[in-house]
């Protein structure tokens, strides 16, 4: 006995139906970001500028550890603008001095030019007096001798104000290019000052600390290491008002909405899903060599309703928008 296969037919009418049903089905590719919990309320630690290029992290606080506010997280390195801070303090001492001593002898000198033009007015005043006598007694050599006497005291009173105006001078003058030097110094012992202030970081909240990743090999951040000044070190976050945070390629950026609902999923929660809202997209992009050689925008996502749930800063999400492939 033979059998025979009938062939299945497609009419016209059906091949539409077909397509959009394996359409509606392969268009809806859904975007997942990782991401992790984070507190909006969180001190970020970045390396100050010193003296050099590159400075120590001389202590760090521990990846995790629970610091309370006003804890110290970071000492930097501060062995070089502390002698410089040193050297300035005892350089403002001498100066100091120095600006007493001279104020003491320009002003010397200043009076001593102003006695000496008191004199030769009083020495012009008697040759004057001299001269002015009209006597048949005093011949003309003595009135000669006189007049001699008269012009020799109006010059040396020409010569003391010329001398009291230049002491006057060099007073001001000399008094205020050593308080220009005083000012410069104390300048500088603030700027020591406030920049050891920034090598020593105290804690500002309560919460966790997560050391930075290195930018150059991806590695945390350590006590020990060298660092360069702008370099982000450690963050400290508050355990309340917790978000999430993430980068996003520059490509699916272009997907995201400010305002887009989207779902949330705890790697430590898997049964459970999150809503959360979209709240802000960087408009900065930041570059991740640890991902790869694209650039990332930074993403905050607001819980719709905070989980009931025990969290902690840096824990991992998954991140799922629904979207159109277009």
């Not at 397509?19 to 992790?36: C, D, E, R, T, Y």
């Not at 506010?69 to 300035?88: C, H, M, Y």
């Not at 010329?162 to 000012?183: C, H, P, R, S």
């Not at 802000?280 to 930074?298: M, V, W």
Request: hydrophobic letters at 40%; a neutral charge.
């Amino acid at each position: 006995m033979k059998f025979r296969i009938a062939p299945t037919l497609l009419t016209i009418a059906t091949v539409p139906f077909l397509l959009m049903s394996v359409a509606s089905s392969a268009n809806v590719v859904p975007l997942i970001l990782s991401g992790k919990v984070a507190s909006s309320a969180k001190q970020t630690v970045v390396a100050p500028r010193g003296s050099s290029w590159n400075i120590q992290l001389q202590w760090l606080a521990e990846e995790g550890q629970i610091v309370a506010k006003g804890d110290p997280v970071v000492v930097f390195d501060g062995t070089t603008e502390q002698a410089r801070l040193e050297q300035s303090q005892e350089r403002l001492e001498t100066l100091l001095l120095e600006y007493k001593q001279l104020d003491m002898r320009l002003n010397q000198a200043l009076t001593e030019a102003q006695g000496r033009f008191k004199v030769a007015k009083m020495q012009v005043a008697k040759a004057q007096i001299e001269v002015s006598v009209d006597s048949s007694t005093v011949s003309d050599y003595q009135k000669g001798q006189q007049q001699m006497v008269l012009e020799r005291a109006l010059l040396e009173k020409i010569q003391s104000q010329e001398a009291m105006k230049t002491a006057e001078k060099q007073l001001v003058a000399g008094l205020e290019k050593k308080n220009l030097d005083i000012l410069k110094v104390r300048d500088d012992i603030q700027y020591y000052e406030k920049l050891l202030t920034k090598f020593n970081v105290i804690a500002q909240h309560t919460g966790p600390v997560s050391c930075a990743n290195h930018p150059w090999y991806g590695t945390k951040i350590t006590s020990g290491m060298n660092v360069q000044p702008s370099w982000k070190i450690l963050d400290v976050q508050a355990t309340s008002e917790y978000q999430i945070e993430s980068f996003v390629h520059e490509i699916d950026a272009l997907a995201l909405t400010e305002g887009e609902r989207v779902m949330i999923k705890f790697d430590a929660f898997a049964s459970e899903t999150f809503m959360g809202t979209i709240e802000d997209i960087g408009s900065q992009a930041e570059s991740k060599p640890q991902l790869s050689n694209a650039t990332y925008f930074p993403v905050i996502i607001r819980f719709d309703t905070l989980p009931k749930r025990t969290l902690f800063p840096g824990m991992s999400v998954r991140i799922i928008k629904e979207r159109t492939h277009g």
